[in-house]
């Protein structure tokens, strides 16, 4: 499971990838603790898959994702596959990427460094 980069992270140092998905997205299963609800504060771990190479890892996460009745806050399939989402030309394009020197002031960053 995931809530801070617990599995990113190794996954970078190990030179493997892994994704750290929407709440919702892989069910969960709550073993005699109470299930989270929309309302619960805060954030919630969550599983997310490991793999060797983006068309592995978005082929796992078609297998992990979908609605469960155990977990109130898991949510239908996505419409589009995974695996497909990552096909040359399956998403429109431009892609907007965000980027930001020092995250509005919040972080300052050194100007060698920016």
């Known amino acids: 499971t995931d809530l801070g980069g617990s599995q990113r992270i190794p996954a970078a140092f190990c ?3 892994g994704i750290r998905p ?7 299963q ?16 969550v599983s997310g898959p490991l793999a060797r190479t983006i068309p592995d890892l978005a ?4 297998a992990m994702v979908g609605q469960h009745a155990r977990d109130p806050l898991s949510k239908p ?3 589009m596959l995974f695996s497909d989402a990552i096909k040359p030309g399956a998403l429109p394009r431009p ?4 980027w930001s020197i020092d995250f509005g ?6 100007p060698e460094e920016a």
Do not use: C, K, W
């Open 15 to 17: 030179g493997v990838v």
């Open 59 to 62: 082929l796992f996460l078609d």
């Open 22 to 28: 929407s709440v919702g997205l892989v069910p969960q």
């Open 105 to 110: 002031g919040m972080f300052p960053v050194e």
């Open 95 to 98: 892609q907007r990427i965000a």
């Open 77 to 79: 399939r996505p419409a």
């Open 30 to 45: 709550y073993n005699g603790e109470p299930a989270p609800t929309a309302e619960s504060p805060g954030l919630h771990s």
